[in-house]
């Protein structure tokens, strides 16, 4: 199992390490684990948390009721 640090994941999101630490205090963002007193995200469970947040617009998170139609679209 992957696994990616607090820095590693602020960089692949380009926002700063700062951020997560808010996240995780206000129980937003991936699910984490502290091993040891060190913080990692498991790589399924932050690949999770960004398929969770795709918009296909400003109005909110694609539904899994759109995903079906344009599933059934592509058809």
Do not use: C
């Not at 937003?28 to 969770?52: C, N, T």
């Amino acid at each position: 199992m992957q696994h990616l640090d607090q820095k590693t994941l602020a960089e692949r999101w380009l926002i700063s390490p700062r951020t997560l630490e808010q996240w995780r205090w206000q129980g937003r963002g991936p699910q984490y684990l502290k091993i040891g007193g060190r913080v990692v995200y498991r790589l399924s469970d932050i690949e999770s948390f960004e398929a969770a947040s795709l918009h296909a617009n400003t109005v909110g998170p694609i539904s899994e009721a759109a995903d079906d139609a344009a599933d059934n679209d592509a058809r």
